[in-house]
């Protein structure tokens, strides 16, 4: 294992380096680890074998090229996933060497043209093969690398009889990662799923993923509208509830940057946000993460804008820097080279 010798904040490929490539394909992983990344993050999801694969999402008809596929016309259906009903083609009802068959597209193609134009040139992925594409760029770069676990769904996987956690485990132990150790961090919308991983002796940071709106799925089929929603844990004692539970919180940008949730902190017990939601969260001892940073006007802020076309981009080093400087611990960004450009430019500054 290769010594830990990164510097913070984590730049993190998000879902490899999708504003260069296609999304969770080998070349947007490895892409993303050559443009200086720290880890990269997979997005999780199952196969009706239980292979765990690399998909944003277990319906998969925006990044494949499945609706073109007319051997799998008939898998087409509409199905309830944490409570929205979605129509297309969904993981859980294909074998692995079926999903092989495939090849991927870029999410985000209308916006990301370069990206796109390496649509159909990838196959999908199985999470044990991310796990030897990080072993492999480790040993290069003779610097420790990590994965940030993104599970999908666990509560949907979990009626379906393909339970995230468990087979996670055996990836792990079969990837010879063993139990986890420093080099994996795990994330989940659903806070039942991340005390499950760590009640499996699964070593790892364990981070909740707050959503900017709405309320954990696996709580709302458990606690109906009583469900505690997810700026509850963005409070003073939301956080605090969640010291020693996990190890940390992972944000939209919205929450720091956003002029909405700006107006919204002077609210009698509004959510914190800002450096105020980062410096709360590590006093009560939690790492804090963001997502995603993104350089088109599309994503940012408005007031890093540039011009009017969604698609270029606006000053992205601004809202970076102002994103890194609040002292945040990781972020996701789509293009991993700016991330670690704004880093070392605010590194050399001090």
Do not use: C
């Not at 050559?34 to 694969?53: N, S």
């Not at 992925?125 to 769904?153: G, N, S």
């Not at 002796?201 to 707050?210: D, E, Q, W």
């Not at 088109?296 to 970076?320: C, K, P, Y």
């Amino acid at each position: 294992m290769q010594h830990d010798d990164a510097p913070r904040p984590l730049v993190i490929g998000h879902r490899g380096a999708p504003g260069y490539r296609p999304e969770h394909t080998r070349s947007a992983y490895e892409l993303a680890f050559a443009l200086g990344a720290d880890a990269v993050e997979p997005d999780i999801v199952a196969t009706r074998d239980g292979v765990l694969v690399l998909r944003h999402e277990n319906e998969i008809s925006g990044t494949t090229d499945v609706a073109d596929r007319p051997e799998f016309a008939g898998r087409r259906t509409t199905r309830e996933i944490d409570g929205t009903a979605l129509t297309g083609w969904f993981t859980e009802d294909f074998t692995w060497a079926e999903l092989a068959t495939l090849r991927a597209r870029e999410r985000l193609g209308a916006l990301r043209r370069s990206s796109a134009s390496f649509d159909g040139r990838f196959p999908l992925i199985r999470l044990r093969e991310l796990f030897e594409i990080i072993d492999i760029a480790a040993d290069q770069q003779r610097r420790m690398l990590r994965m940030v676990a993104e599970f999908k769904h666990a509560a949907h996987f979990d009626a379906l009889g393909l339970p995230l956690d468990e087979l996670f485990r055996a990836e792990l132990e079969a990837a010879g990662w063993g139990r986890g150790d420093e080099r994996l961090i795990m994330e989940a919308f659903e806070p039942t799923l991340l005390e499950r991983l760590g009640a499996r002796g699964i070593r790892g940071k364990r981070v909740l993923l707050i959503e900017g709106s709405g309320a954990p799925w696996d709580l709302v089929l458990e606690q109906g509208k009583a469900a505690p929603r997810y700026d509850s844990f963005v409070t003073e004692a939301g956080l605090l509830g969640l010291a020693g539970r996990f190890d940390g919180v992972s944000v939209g940008t919205a929450r720091l940057v956003g002029e909405t949730r700006r107006q919204r902190a002077d609210a009698a017990g509004a959510p914190l946000s800002g450096a105020e939601l980062v410096d709360a969260a590590h006093a009560a001892d939690l790492e804090i993460y963001t997502w995603t940073l993104r350089p088109e006007n599309r994503f940012l802020s408005g007031r890093f804008r540039r011009g009017t076309v969604r698609a270029a981009f606006g000053d992205w080093a601004g809202e970076f820097a102002e994103i890194i400087g609040m002292g945040v611990d990781g972020v996701f960004v789509d293009h991993p080279d700016l991330g670690v450009d704004v880093r070392t430019m605010l590194s050399e500054a001090r």
